[in-house]
């Protein structure tokens, strides 16, 4: 058997799911509370995976790496999370969401996971209402929806421009309420450090405990990583400070393959960098894309400021380029353009390396006053960083990492390679390809905990023989003595730099080589200095304190050691995928207009790594993507 | 915001809090950075001085912070005297030393409160806040079991202000912020939220009534009106809820059945 099998349904596409779930074994309630699940991760894959089935009946114990579960990242997505209620009268469908989400990811992703995605999505609404969550309503007190990052119905629901807060508010009540109920054992301020693999299946996790310095070992019949993405390997990303792919990674380096590391999205509406100081980007909701007008300066190094440059001597490229999306193309197109100016010296602000986003004719057309309605609270967060006011002068805006399409290779079932090992939300590869769209992140994290999850993990549960293992194993001895000698060794170099140093090189590495643009020379100097890097670290890196204490330059330098690995992996997969496709653009592979040209014929499937040892390189396995219903075809936004 | 102008690179004379642990005694330490820039996020000041730390051996300050674009609540701190700093409605990571103007001298604190004991320098342990919402601040509704999402119509109006409740961000500011270290503008936040929604009335008595019981036993103090919350809530939850949840608290105490917990459901 192919060590690659998606166990993904065959029949009619629509009754894929219905019929797989029927197909699934069942555990009688009654037994549920015999089964100990772990979940590693708090935000909305994790908070909904370990309520819904504590809800059910089972065993769970949760741990997160923030001091609380409500400060999982997941809490600060803004835009919204689609689904197929089609509420607007407007021709959306469950087909439809399927049909644009597998076109949006530019076909690299499975079919028959994505029609599941927009099967479960109006469920997810239901839910996440009945919890409280407080979305935006329209006068007559029903939910209101809106057109998002260029979609052509409104299928997008919001809270605000904290739609990402408020769902994962309510998946943290539901946690919280089965903790109050003693279902769920909560251990905040932990940090997995390695998965337990027994007789080749997943029987538990080593953990710190980041304010005693303790290690903890977890039992259990299953474990599931809800760790987020790994988009911190760019250092500047939009991602919180303690998103990390050390989980993910440790479960690589005991079997679990990783697909598809080279699919990054690069949200094209940020803040941009303002020096070196700069220690994270913010994003700004694509919304502000529905009413802002991209632009900059039609001749090259034009630094007069924006209100004294006449429209004829703007550019609006992105309605120049793409007359029927114009500036709501989607995201890699609208970033990668971006870029593109700013490399022809177009670009504006101290750096250069920015675009304008126009409120003025907005303004103009609808008041100030409902501009503000809209975007206020952005508005705001960008005065507050920039000290400009968007009201009077364009923002200036760049792109910046924000999602990580690739993850750990799962099966239908969300189960990795290594049985009893599931992935979900963000750390997975599974549903948006190449690309995602945007509002999609939200809906596929709680779709994988609410709805996915707590079905197929039954065909684990109860369709293996799962034999008694305590944290006495010699498995999880094994595990802790390394994660310890790790952390020890790492403490023991006494170098000069700090792992935050070493960190900021990583990521401009990665940023500059293995970005918005790769190509196979530039992939091949990354590899390089990712390496020279890595020893760098190991002979130079400089962590004060101990181990058996609070210590976050510890924890840190934990993880920069495990991007170091990663990133190299990254940087392979990029080099080895010899097409542009979604987020993925090599500059090799591109049509005479320059966009992006995918290889349908030799790259049709999903790249899975397996981790061959700290000297190898890693064997790649490939998983064919077939497409029954929706035939590739070239993404056109023109 | 009126930026007064800097040129690059300010002085800036820093007092920080240092305490190895929730036992030990703590003590000012006071730094002194030479060129801050004005766009500087508050927290990224705290990085390059912590990098400087790290470089001569010293131990670098402990502070909590994530998300750093003022969502996730994890960051903290009292400076000079007020919970998130000068600004209104800002949380410290995206208080920026714009504000700030060359040779000035801050004071930099964690929250302090009895149920927030300091974990280390400026990291406080706020889990109270976790245990109250478990005792209530929930709609018992299990996955799967939800009705159509548009079968309950919800005035527009009521949205909205659910919405303005909802938007707390579980800091602690309010606790820090109050010399009572009273926690009741989180709880009202939370009352005030599922209060205002159809969805959240069938537990209306009990939540009310569990919720203030969980935080009165975390041992967090009353409310006597100084509204020092809703100045330093970095979401502007009103301080009206804090009468609302008042309310909402008589009326359950008069008319439910003796209180239950919320959380003894199966």
Redesign the interface.
Known sequence: MSRLDSKAPSGPMAERWTRHKFDLKLINPANRRKFHLIVVGTGLAGS?AA??LA?MGYRVTALCI??????A?S??AQGGINAA?N?PNDGDSVHRLFYDTVKGGDFRARESNVHRLAEVST?I????????V??????????ANRSFGGAQVSRTFY??G?TG??LL?GA???L??Q???GRVK?L?RREMLDLVVVDGVARGIVARNL?TGEYERHAGDAVLLCTGGYGNVFYLS?N???CNVTASWRAHKRGAFFANPCFTQIHPTCIPV??E????L??MSESLRNDGRVWVPLKSGDKRAPGEIPDSERDYYLERKYPSFGNLVPRDVASRSAKEQCDAKKGVGESGMAVYLDFRDAIARDSEDAVRARYGNLFQ?Y???T?ENPYKVPMRIYPAVHYTMGGLWVDYNLESTIPGLFVLGEANFSDHGANRLGASALMQGLADG??VV?ATIAAHLAGRKLGPVTTDHAAFAEAESSAKERITKILGVQG?R?A??IHRELGLVMWNQCGMARDRAGLGQALEKIRALRSEFWENV????DSK??N??LEHAGRVADFLEFAELLALDAQQREESCGGHFRTEHQTPDGEAQRDDEKFAHVSAFEYQGQAQAPKLHQEPLTFEIVHPSTRSYK | ?N?PTHQKGMRITLRVWRQS?PQAAGAFETHVLESV?P???F???L??L??S???T????I?F???????????CSLVIDGQAHGP?AE?TTC?L?M?RYREGATITVEPFRANAFPV??DL?V???A??RI??????????????????G?????PA??E??DN??C??CGACVAACPNASAMLFVAAKVS??KL?P??APERESRVLAMVDAMDREGFGNCTNHYECGAACPKGIPVASIARMNREFLRASLTSTPPR?A???A
Do not use: W
């Open positions: 909904s309520a819904s809800e923030q001091d609380s579960p409500r400060r990242h809490i600060a209620k509420y469920r609404i239901d839910h996440c209402v009945a919890q409280g407080p979305f935006a309503r329209e006068y007559g007190g029903l939910l809270a605000r904290q807060q408020q508010l943290y009540s539901a919280e309420r903790v109050g109920a909560l905040a304010v939009t919180a400070k303690a303002s020096g100081h700069q220690s994270k913010t994003l967060m005065e507050r960083i000290g609410y709805f707590p000069k700090s935050d140093s400089r962590v004060p304190g204490d609070f976050q330059t | 915001m930026a642990g820039s766009d500087m996020s927290l990224e000041m990085d390059v912590n990098e730390l790290v470089g051996g010293k131990s670098p402990s909590d912070h994530d998300c750093r674009e003022g969502i996730c609540g994890a600004d800002t995206q920026h714009r974990v280390r990291v342990d706020r889990s806040f976790d919402i478990a005792a209530g601040g929930f709609v018992s509704v299990n996955t799967g079991s939800a009705p159509e999402a548009n309950l119509p919800v005035p527009k949205a909205d659910a919405m909802a938007a961000i579980g939220h599922l929604l969805q959240g917990a959380n003894s459901d």
